[in-house]
C-alpha cells in the first residue's frame, strides 16, 4: 500500500513540475493531507487496537482514583500520624565528575601560583619547582 502511495505522489510530483496540469493550490494540499492519513491509518488502527486492551486502574490509582468493579472510589488515605516519604530511592545522582575536575583545576593552579613564586622549591630544599630568580624568555637565560 506505501508503494502504491508513493508511485501516486512522485506521478502527481512529476506532473505538476512538468505543468502537464495545473491544479489550484487547495487541491495540491488535499493530495499531500491524503497521502498523510493513507500511509498512517494502518499504524494508527493497530495503536487504536492495542490502546482499548490497556487496563487504565494502574493511571487511575496513581491521580488518586481506584477502580472498584465498575465503579471510581478515591484511594484510601493513610492513617493518622504517619507521613509519605518525600525521597526518591532510584533518582539520579549527579555525577562526582564536575566537582572531580574543579578540584583538579583548582590544585593545578595553586600548584602554578605557589611554583611561580618559589614557595615550592623553598618548601623542597629545592628539590622540586622552579627557581624564580631564573626566568626563561625565548629560549636566553637572564
Known amino acids: ?60 490509582d496513581a491521580n488518586g482514583w481506584a477502580v472498584n468493579g465498575r465503579k471510581l472510589t478515591h484511594v484510601a488515605r493513610l492513617p493518622k500520624g504517619s507521613r509519605r516519604g518525600s525521597g526518591d530511592p532510584n533518582e539520579d545522582r549527579p555525577s562526582p565528575w564536575l566537582r572531580v575536575v574543579v578540584a583538579v583545576v583548582a590544585i593545578a593552579f595553586c600548584h602554578s601560583l605557589l611554583n611561580d613564586h618559589g614557595f ?23
Open 120 to 142: 615550592i622549591r623553598e618548601l623542597t630544599g629545592g628539590r622540586f619547582g622552579d627557581d624564580p630568580a631564573v626566568t626563561e624568555v625565548s629560549g636566553e637565560t637572564k
Open 1 to 60: 500500500m506505501a508503494a502504491g502511495a508513493l508511485g501516486v505522489f512522485l506521478t502527481a510530483l512529476l506532473g505538476y513540475v512538468t505543468n502537464m496540469f495545473d491544479p489550484p493550490f487547495w487541491v495540491i494540499r488535499t493530495i499531500l493531507a491524503g497521502l498523510v492519513v493513507l500511509i498512517s491509518s494502518p499504524s494508527m488502527l493497530i495503536a487504536w487496537l492495542k490502546l482499548r486492551q490497556r487496563n487504565l486502574a494502574p493511571i487511575l
